[in-house]
């Protein structure tokens, strides 16, 4: 697994000059953050010891960076064409733990900038990170998953946890079209939903924790994972996601909470929380892989 050295960090920005202090604010305001992220990175001055940050490590210290930003719901939707939406001043639980893994590979590479986070998100975010039309974007968490696997963004340990067999029904999107402005506004964008949710439907690949083991099986869960919270809402194979964090002796997780209307460290366990959820059956388990084109 790849360590990340903050001795590269403090070279890089002593080289391109970007420090605290010396931010361009003329920047747009996601690039000031992305930047400000890598510079959370760096060793206190009077460090005789700098880190090393694997990546999951490096989720957690995104997931923590990124605490408060406001909730907001629908941030990738409305385009009139399909466009690589960055938006890290609103998130909602899908786009904050995308940002998060992009923000941490992005810090992995050994001269990490801007311009690497953009293509990670890009990466992380459509179909074989290809972006073309509305419906290249992955939609449904459990073909994210699938498809950031294949892509060596994440490992699914599941089923190494002791997962069981989860078969995933989904179709709410091309069920409920008038929802979604660009398949209302696209029919033949219609069609093509149906035929993904009929090949993840085909899938035999997943695995959840049903929610009775999770207590069981969280001391194999370490900060930085990504949990999916799946769901028995009709047409939907996921309803929530977030970073799993240990706060001391408690599993608890890092989420854009739509009660808290920010991101926040949740205040119950994690089997606390899956027991107030009526709808949640149990949990997915990714853990966050390193870059290997450094």
């Known amino acids: 697994m790849i360590k990340f050295n903050a001795i590269a960090l403090l070279l890089i920005f002593s080289v391109t000059s970007i420090s605290a202090q010396q931010i361009d604010k003329n920047l747009p305001k996601d690039e000031q953050i992305v930047r400000e992220y890598f510079q959370s990175l760096l060793p206190a001055e009077d460090d005789s010891v700098h880190p090393n940050y694997t990546p999951d ?118 069920s409920h079209p008038e929802s979604y402005s660009s398949l209302k506004n696209n029919p033949q964008d219609v069609e093509v939903m149906i035929s993904i949710e009929k090949t993840i439907n085909q899938r035999t690949t997943y695995y959840y924790i049903p929610q009775n083991e999770i207590k069981d099986k969280q001391s194999l869960i370490k900060s930085g994972d990504i949990i999916c919270f799946t769901t028995s809402l009709s047409g939907l194979d996921i309803s929530h996601l977030g970073i799993a964090y240990w706060n001391k002796s408690q599993l608890s997780f890092i989420h854009a909470s739509t009660k808290y209307h920010k991101v926040v460290i949740n205040p119950e366990s994690l089997t606390d929380y899956c027991g107030m959820i009526k709808t949640n059956t149990g949990i997915m388990v990714l853990r966050p892989l390193g870059i290997t084109n450094t």
Not at 59 to 69: R, S
């Open 57 to 174: 490590e490096l989720m957690v210290k995104a997931a923590l960076f990124l605490l408060d930003t406001p909730y907001v719901a629908h941030t990738l939707e409305g385009n009139k064409e399909e466009e690589l939406v960055i938006n890290l001043r609103e998130l909602d639980c899908m786009t904050f733990v995308e940002n998060c893994l992009a923000l941490s590979k992005a810090a992995q590479y050994p001269y990490p900038d801007y311009e690497y986070f953009v293509r990670q998100l890009k990466e992380i975010r459509y179909r074989e990170g290809i972006l073309n039309g509305y419906t290249s974007r992955l939609h449904y968490t459990t073909d994210w998953i699938t498809d950031n696997v294949s892509k060596g963004s994440i490992e699914d340990i599941t089923y190494a946890l002791g997962g069981k067999r989860f078969q995933t029904h989904v179709g709410f999107m091309s």
